[in-house]
Every structure is written in C-alpha cells, then in structure tokens.
C-alpha cells in the first residue's frame, strides 16, 4: 500500500448482505470503491455484535483492493494477531478502547499491518497527539460507534478541519465514519478527509443481483466530495 491522499470511498459491510458477504464484496469493488471497510463490534465496547477474525478470513479472498479493519472492541490487544492473521491490510483500534494505546500500536505495527486510530465524537485530538508519529490513519467518528444508518454529527467537521493541520505533511489518512452521504461527503473532503467510510450511503437500495446501485451511489458520494477540491 503505497500513501496516497487522493479521495477514497470505503464502503463498511457492515450495511451488506450478511449472508452474502463474500459476493458483496466483489460487488462493490467491481463498482469502483477503493477500500472495503469491516466493522468489527464486541456488544461491550459498542451496544451492538457484528463479526471476528473468523469472518474477515472468510471474505479475504473475495476483497482485492484494501480490507480496512476497525475495531470497535475492548479489550482490544488480545485480538489484534488474529485480525492480523485474517489478511487485514489496516486494523484500526479506538482510543477509547483501553489504557494503553501507544502500546495497542506498537502491537499493530509489530505484525506488519498499517495501524489506525479511532476517536469517538466525545473524544478530544489532545488524546492521539503523541502517537501521531506511529500511525498510519486517524478514523474520525462522526456518528456515536455502535449501529449503521446515523445521523451525522456536524461539530467532527471542526474536528477533522484541525487534525489535518495536526498531522501537517505525515503520511497519515483521515479517515470518517458514520451518516457519510453526498450531502456531507464535501463537508469532511474540504476539511482534510481522504477515506469516506459509507455503509447504507453504499448499499442503500441495492444488492448483489443489481449492483449497478453501489456504483450509482460511490460515485455520488465520490463526486461530491471531490467537487470541492477543484
């Protein structure tokens, strides 16, 4: 994966066809998405259970772009080697998620996986300035971690606006997740985002046998978001 800040759309499966995740996947990049994004949720650290290490190996083969894992789980360092053995390209752990996150990092990174870190709409940027260094991608949350389908919390804008003089010329992806859509994609891309997360923004009336849908809707959400950086 060689650093690139041009837009990408990172459709989170987590709005997919559960039953049918390995063809989802294929549709989407067949669609034109860049990264595919897995939401990974524990029902301790989120109010909600989604999928493990088990499932991202499942899928592996079926993704040929990037598989962008975040995980939304505490603990977190426990489970980080088998997200790495599952063929993560990136995993991302939140902040949030336990005392020790330079540790949390390091372990990432020990595993030659590009390592991410989340922050929850509450969470201040003062929590990853000194791991700024070690990281590959800050994942803004724009919606509270938890469920697909939110709405979008206009104050990360700000948020995002400020980590991207932060991180200055690091190579480092901003990254949003939650309530992504063509109405707020321009919002983040002009603020400094370069990965948009979206999951029913993606899905949302589509499915594998009419996939042309996806395509529809990535590039709705890709031009606009783009229109503001011309």
Same mark, same amino acid.
């Given at each position: 994966?060689?650093?690139?800040?041009?837009?990408?759309?990172?459709p989170?499966? +987590?709005?997919?066809?559960?039953? =049918?995740?390995?063809a989802? /996947?294929?549709?989407?990049?067949? %669609?034109? /998405?860049?990264?595919?994004?897995?939401?990974v949720?524990? @029902?301790?650290?989120?109010? =909600?259970?989604?999928?493990?290490? *088990?499932? /991202?190996?499942?899928?592996?083969p079926?993704?040929?772009?990037?598989?962008?894992?975040?995980?939304?789980?505490?603990? !977190?360092?426990?489970?980080?080697?088998?997200?790495?053995?599952? @063929?993560?390209?990136?995993?991302?752990?939140?902040? %949030?998620?336990?005392?020790?996150i330079?540790?949390?990092? *390091?372990?990432?990174?020990?595993? @030659?996986?590009?390592?991410? $870190?989340?922050?929850?709409?509450g969470?201040?940027?003062?929590s990853?300035?000194?791991?700024?260094?070690?990281?590959? +991608?800050? /994942?803004?949350?724009t $919606?509270?971690p938890?469920?697909?389908? *939110?709405?979008?919390?206009?104050? *990360?804008?700000?948020?995002?606006?400020?980590?991207?003089e932060?991180?200055?010329?690091? %190579?480092?992806?901003?990254?949003?997740?939650?309530g992504?859509?063509?109405?707020?994609?321009?919002?983040?891309s002009?603020?400094?985002?370069?990965?948009?997360?979206? @999951?029913?923004?993606?899905?949302?009336?589509?499915? !594998?046998?009419?996939?042309?849908?996806?395509?529809? =809707?990535?590039?709705?959400?890709?031009?606009?978001? =783009?229109?503001?950086? %011309?």
């Amino acid at each position: 994966m060689n650093f690139d800040r041009s837009l990408k759309i990172a459709p989170s499966i +987590l709005s997919a066809d559960f039953a =049918n995740f390995g063809a989802e /996947c294929e549709a989407i990049e067949k %669609e034109g /998405c860049d990264w595919v994004h897995i939401d990974v949720m524990d @029902g301790h650290f989120v109010p =909600n259970i989604t999928f493990g290490p *088990q499932t /991202c190996k499942a899928i592996r083969p079926h993704i040929k772009t990037v598989m962008d894992v975040h995980l939304m789980i505490s603990p !977190v360092d426990d489970f980080i080697e088998a997200f790495a053995d599952s @063929g993560a390209d990136i995993i991302t752990a939140h902040v %949030e998620a336990g005392p020790h996150i330079h540790r949390t990092i *390091q372990k990432i990174k020990s595993l @030659g996986v590009k390592a991410g $870190v989340a922050i929850n709409p509450g969470t201040s940027l003062s929590s990853i300035e000194y791991i700024l260094d070690m990281v590959d +991608l800050v /994942c803004v949350m724009t $919606v509270n971690p938890g469920f697909g389908g *939110q709405k979008f919390i206009h104050s *990360q804008v700000e948020k995002v606006r400020i980590l991207r003089e932060m991180i200055g010329d690091r %190579e480092i992806h901003i990254e949003i997740d939650g309530g992504v859509t063509p109405e707020t994609a321009p919002l983040v891309s002009k603020a400094g985002a370069d990965v948009l997360v979206a @999951g029913s923004g993606v899905f949302g009336g589509g499915s !594998v046998d009419n996939s042309s849908v996806y395509g529809k =809707n990535i590039k709705e959400i890709r031009d606009s978001a =783009n229109r503001v950086l %011309e």
